[in-house]
């Protein structure tokens, strides 16, 4: 497992480094000081996990996720602003205190193996956006998506009962997603594959797919042909 | 005329009172001043209903007056108009300081419940900005990785901390402690921050001789420290230098707390609470003979000034 350690404080990240010496398994490829180091180390390094410290010069951590197209799993250091961590609606996330407990970086570990060693967990993880709308904050897996709609410049994600906005073009986003698992019904709509329940014919070759506990998306006409295409490979 | 010159005279003792803050005073004293102030206003009024009577009737009695004294010689008639001057301001006055202590007192006891008000919010918060869990569990953490690698900077580290922590324990909110005592607390404060920011962080220090033995209120300088670091120094990836400067002239010590900050820095103002805090607590200790003022007009730059009787 390639660990990343970001902190901005050098004596801070010896001390991670230092405890996570004890556990075979983590790698500690890289280390940055501030968002935009971290930003450059996460791209070259593709590590499976990133430590990451919340206030820092420059952009604090939620900075850091913002601007991140694939969300590796992240999690949270810090030494007070945990209750930060607490207040966004996070899920799916650690964090641990400073100064570390070693049992607790144990357990963090443990939790973060079991994730990353599944096959089918692993690509849910690596394959995870984070939003943050107003004041919630999530790590979205994109296999649970099942609708993307832009909304201006934006996406509005269908995700069980929530309804996060993206703070990103449809295009920027379709460049990323697995074109085996999603698919673009129109201008302004994305499905996921997974969710669809039934299709339906409609006029001029039109078609309608219904999604399982959502709306009922009409797919355009040029679409349609290559939806036909791609459902019999399916 | 008799009436006017009266009001008049009322007039200019209330306003003596007030001036020299006679209400202030223990009852006995007060009831002594204001009896002989009366009895003084009483002669004055007397003697200036004599003249004005003689001027005008060419008698010192009025003959109004006279009407009522018919039966009396001269001399009870001027005995009678005394008598009755003395009464009369006398009752006035009685009447008038009646109401202003009750007055006075209404507002006094106002001032105190919202002294104690002000007073008691300014010391949780300055409980809660002096413990600084953020600087503290970091430190703790620093200290952590220092005992690995550096054990003899770790351990004076600890004896910073403890010192820093027992001094910020005792230091109640009208504490005053010499500047070379605050000076002292906030160089281990900012040892302890730079084992967090490493080389990141610059000190500069200027302190005039003469200032290190004026009183300042305890924490107060290390406020403005630690406001500088966090809303500052710590926010800029390079980091940046704290000027720290202290002189005396013309009676008043001069403190200045200069430091670099981020130029984009909207929003909230940079240390909101702890200046506000800091302000307060002046405000109650010296009143008008202190200030503090944040200076944010330039960019990029943040410069705390703080004034107080030397």
């Not at chain 1, 934006?154 to 085996?180: H, T």
């Amino acid at each position: 497992m390639k660990a990343l350690v970001v902190d901005d404080e050098p004596l801070a990240r010896r001390e991670l480094k230092r405890l996570l010496a004890d556990f075979p398994a983590v790698q500690v490829v890289g280390e940055a000081g501030n968002i935009d180091e971290a930003r450059v180390a996460i791209a070259s390094l593709a590590p499976d996990v990133v430590f990451l410290d919340i206030q820092m010069p420059g952009g604090t951590g939620f900075d850091l996720l913002d601007q991140l197209d694939r969300v590796p799993r992240i999690v949270f250091t810090t030494a007070y602003d945990h209750y930060a961590v607490k207040a966004f609606d996070v899920n799916a996330l650690d964090y641990l205190l400073k100064p570390i407990e070693p049992e607790r970086l144990a357990t963090a570990l443990r939790k973060l193996e079991a994730g990353v060693t599944e096959p089918t967990a692993r690509d849910a993880r690596l394959d995870q956006l984070f939003i943050r709308d107003g004041h919630r904050c999530w790590f979205v897996p994109l296999r649970e998506v099942s609708l993307f709609s832009a909304e201006g410049n934006y996406v509005r994600l269908l995700w069980g009962k929530e309804r996060p906005l993206l703070g990103r073009s449809l295009a920027a986003l379709e460049a990323r997603l697995d074109p085996q698992r999603y698919f673009r019904a129109n201008r302004s709509q994305i499905v996921n594959f997974d969710f669809i329940q039934q299709v339906e014919l409609g006029d001029g070759g039109r078609l309608h797919v219904q999604l399982r506990d959502g709306p009922e998306i009409e797919v355009s006409r040029r679409q349609a042909r290559l939806f036909r295409a791609r459902a019999t490979v399916i | 005329m008799v009436c006017l010159s009266g009001i008049g005279l009322t007039h200019a003792l209330k306003l003596f009172i007030r001036w020299h803050a006679w209400l202030s005073l223990p009852p006995a004293a007060m009831l002594g001043r204001v009896a002989i102030a009366t009895l003084a206003l009483s002669i004055a009024s007397y003697l200036l209903t004599l003249g004005m009577s003689e001027l005008v009737y060419g008698s010192p009695v009025a003959p109004i007056a006279q009407a009522f004294y018919q039966r009396l010689t001269v001399g009870g008639q001027l005995r009678n108009q005394f008598i009755y001057m003395v009464i009369v301001h006398g009752g006035w006055v009685a009447l008038y300081l009646a109401f202003a202590m009750q007055r006075h007192r209404y507002r006094a006891e106002v001032r105190q419940a919202q002294l104690g008000e002000a007073l008691q919010a300014a010391e949780l918060r300055l409980l809660k900005s002096q413990l600084n869990p953020h600087f503290l569990f970091n430190a703790l953490n620093g200290l952590r990785s220092l005992i690995a690698d550096d054990p003899t900077r770790a351990r004076d580290a600890v004896t910073q901390l403890a010192r820093l922590l027992r001094y910020t324990l005792a230091s109640g909110d009208d504490d005053l402690v010499s500047l070379e005592r605050e000076l002292e607390m906030v160089d281990d404060y900012l040892a302890l921050e730079s084992l967090r920011l490493a080389d990141r962080l610059g000190v500069e220090r200027d302190i005039e001789a003469a200032a290190r033995g004026v009183r300042v209120p305890a924490m107060l300088l290390q406020t403005l420290v630690e406001n500088s670091i966090k809303h500052g120094i710590a926010e800029l990836k390079p980091g940046g230098t704290l000027k720290l400067s202290a002189r005396v002239a013309g009676g008043q010590l001069l403190l200045r707390v200069e430091n670099p900050r981020p130029v984009d820095s909207g929003g909230e103002p940079a240390g909101g609470v702890g200046i506000r805090n800091a302000t307060e607590r002046l405000r109650l200790l010296f009143g008008a003979r202190a200030s503090l003022h944040l200076d944010l007009s330039r960019p990029g730059l943040a410069s705390a000034e703080v004034r107080l009787p030397a």
